[in-house]
């Protein structure tokens, strides 16, 4: 294997320094590169474009390996895959691949009075390449099917901007009705299936604040409620019952929920608990009673059901209390069955409850790290459950599980086409202790006997924000490190939900440092315990685990030998006192509001934009998109241009933007494996594992 070098001749863009003087709280920040922002300049996109340039002359000597790579990842996918069917109504739901398409079919079949569909004619519902065609980006977001089956709410996005254009589609005869709406963020049928309410957002900061009613044949729709709140967002949604319409209003903390019967769409919203600060609730229904998850006399939520008679809070009944050490993050309802959520020790668990007998029942998973995810259980009337399972070695794989029997049949793993086999593949979960004594657990995976006595590549993903667990996942295309030496890491860091709302807690506003500590301790300990060696470290996030990546990199640029930094947040005080900005209000309770001089203090100690310092740096790679509308292009560009000037090494530094998509990268299946290609052949060539031409 051989080390991918520079071209000598090779220099790389210069962008131009416009100072300008950002001033709060006594403090005076020169931005020589604000100008960027600028995106109607066309010296913004020629500097893009340059680094784009660079970036692609720089790589030129591993393009046949990024080839090769490219390749052997598609060779694993089964081109012409389709997912299990779901039933709904009188049809089963399904989509399915055509061999060398982007974009998948979503088709349906509807059943026979004997129960059968298989042999029904396919109906087409959606053929998404139809919609991507002359366009760089396409993506689907709603898909809301009128309960008498007859017409389609959908909603797709054309740029990457996550703005969704909604329209409705006769299934009966194929046309769109005249009816089309922007920026539309959800959306949900009333029983009636002529009544469709839906969210739009605001146009400049992209929060979702209206809730709309459309009635078929009407030119007018009717604003049912605008919130003016700004840290507050809200969608809508129909129980599995369909008994209610559901509009959950939110911010980072607080929430509150109205409801309507769904067979009176004319009717009043109801509020069912006004909001009150830091207490977040969700809402389902089944029968007499509504079923609330809550956070009121715990982080970690408790279970009551109210009478929808007089759902007040004095007619609550708890029937799961708040637990310190079990996070309860969900739940589903069905006729005769409640399935429950719960997170411990960061793995997730599914609890069954029958609710004629309110017996329980644990679904025992044996794998020490594994995710599950819910599936399309549509059907009110079911003794199944559908969900997912996977690890870092088991590919996603479906299960129907019998709620009554307690068995479970296999529906469908992914295929991995090739040599693929699991049993040469090793997972762990381990826990680092951190400064402060708390223990962070790490999942890994391993090609069996990668693990070198002076320790072997290591490639470490972080995230750490918003209360999100960042739970393993079976890929494909990691094969192509683990089969080629490489260890594959994840950091269950505060300021995720790996561990509860607590380990949220106590990794955001103040706190945020124990994020970044965590991350470098981490790191440490994996090369302590003989994983790893500094200078085969890889680290990489993405989004707010971009902003890890920055922040990391400039309290210890010795720990690690390249960093990967995907739409990171990086200019976090500019952004963050732009209250023009998509989220910038809403993510105050999350971050920070710099308006107030301690908040912007925390900031202002770790923001990586404005902490970069004259000393030697990584190799880096920042990857962006021109279309991002949660983290503008302008981020990464402007920290790009600013570490150029800083740095006191001759490691690479690249920057790559995607000119046609948005904050998740390219759409396309295809599109997204040679985006994967280009960074794997970027960090194999830079550690000396590309392989030989």
Known sequence: MAKADKPSSLLPPVAAKQPKALSRHGETRIDDYFWLR????????AYLQAENAYAEAFTQPTKAFEDKLFEEMK????????SVP??????????RFEKGSQYPLLCRKAIAADGRWQESAEQLLLDINQLAKGKPFMAVGEFEVSPDGQLL????DSTGFRQYRLQIKNLQTGKLLPFKRERVTSAAWAMDGRTLFYTTEDKQTKRSNQLWRHRLGQVEDRLIHEERDERFGMDVFLTRSEGYLVQQISSHVTSEIRYLKADRPNGRWKVLARRKAEVQYNL?????????????????????KAPVADPARANWQELLPERADVMLEGLDLFKHFLVVHERVKGLNQLVITDLRSQQSHAVAFDEPAYSLGTEANAEWDSTVYRYSYESMTTPDTVYDYDMVARSQVLMKRRPVLGDFDPSRYQTERIWITARDGVSVPISLVYRKGSRLKDGAPLWLEGYGAYGIPNDVYFSGNRLSLLDRGMIYAVAHIRGGGDLGEKWHDAGKMAEKIHTFHDFIDCAEGLIKQGYTRSDRLVIEGGSAGGLLMGAVSNMRPDLF??????????????????????????EYEEWGNPNKKAEYGWMRAYSPYDNLAAQPYPTILVKTSLNDSQVMYWEPAKYVAKLRTLKTDTNPLLLVTNMGAGHGGASGRFDRIKEIAFDYAFVLGQLGLADKA
């Open 38 to 45: 600028d995106k109607d300049d066309p010296a913004t996109l």
């Open 153 to 156: 709410a959908y909603s797709t």
């Open 561 to 586: 030998r390249l960093v990967v930094s995907e739409v990171p947040f990086l200019d976090v005080l500019t952004t963050m006192l732009d209250a023009s900005l998509p989220l910038t209000v809403g």
């Open 86 to 95: 779901y039933r709904l109504g009188g049809y089963y739901y399904y989509s």
């Open 284 to 304: 389902d229904h089944h029968g007499e009673d509504f079923y609330i998850r809550i956070n009121d006399t715990g982080r970690n939520y408790r279970l009551v």
């Open 75 to 82: 060779a694993r996918i089964k081109e012409d895959d389709s």
